[in-house]
């Protein structure tokens, strides 16, 4: 029994020494194997997809929410007191400056002329009485025939009058003004909303009785973000400076996603920040001869923000991170990549701009950037200097 259990170790171990040499024999078989093959077995070159750099000019542009108003937004008020007998449009339709809007009743305004025409006569009554009043005084008062007082208290009376006659004339052009307000005109051209109040209405002075809106031009106001507001600002500083006017231009993308054919131009943008919005207020005007923009309608306004000339733009997946900052891996004439570090632009209609650090004529890497390596082997998929698919 103790010689039984001294021999069952030793064969465990013959065993295990049987099954190392084969493995070692089989590892140096696949090492001769391997021997034979192109690379010596390491990692075959990355496959990449590679763009040609071009020089090209480019424009970055932005889209803001905005909302349409007309140029000008015109209450239309009475100017007299009366009954409003009439309306002399259809509600909705257009109308000139100095087209007739509405009539009041002038009998109350004809009453009151010829009673400021009455008033008028009287004070022109009492100035010749005056007149003729003063010089017979004075005129006795270089004789000696009166007194001072009395030649001061005729002197009076002749001014008095005059004053009085001053006072209504004044009236006499009021009146005249009120009877011209019994009929009310349209201050601007553009489009006529609801009457505010029926035919037959007792009015006061200073009664909404409708509202113009001109259409044209339109005007979009909207709001930009304190970062392209800084640049608008120095926009408009530099124009300042050079005695120009503010004069950006502008597109417009209506609600249907359709671009408004005509341009239009940045008029005004706010010299202060909204502490509220973060943003600067700005507005942009727009031809509008065919009312196609309508005064409420939610809009987008398209601003070119900054213009690049010969510049190289990429793709922005072309663009990787390194600890030193952005690189673009160019592909040199060994066929290996090496990583050039850029200096980036803004980004224009999805492509980054890259103001530095490639140059045109080189052959960039767009696709196949994982786990690239500066001087890294690699294999040019498309087609040379062709664009590269996703």
Known sequence: MPMEMFHRPMARNGLIIAGLSTLLAMAGCSSEEGAGQPG?????????????????????????????????????????NGILEERLYDEGQMVSEGDALFRIDRKPTEA???????????AEANLRQAEREWNRISSLYERNAVSERDRDSAQSAKELAEANLAVANAGMTQAELNVGYAQVKAPINGVTSLEDLPEGSLIDAGTLLTTIVQLDPVHVRFALPENDATIRRAAREGMARSGEKQNVSARLILADGNEYPLDGRIDFTAST??????????????????QVVVPGQFVRVRVELQSFEDVITVPEKAVAQSPEGPVVYVVDDEGKA?????????????????LSGLE?????IVSGLSNLRDGAQVNVTNAEGGEGAD
């Open 273 to 290: 920040l909204d502490p509220r919005t973060g943003s600067v207020s700005a507005r942009a005007v727009f031809p509008n001869p065919e």
């Open 360 to 364: 045109a004529g080189e052959r960039f």
């Open 40 to 80: 010596g077995g390491g990692m075959p070159p990355a496959a990449v997809v590679v763009e040609t750099a071009e020089l090209s000019d480019a424009s970055v542009r932005h889209d803001y929410a905005g909302r349409a108003r007309g140029a000008r937004e015109v209450e239309v008020r009475a100017r007299i």
């Open 112 to 122: 009151a002329l010829q009673q400021a025409r009455a008033q008028r006569q009287v």
């Open 338 to 354: 090496r990583a050039r570090l850029a200096e980036l632009g803004p980004v224009s209609n999805g492509r980054q701009i890259v």
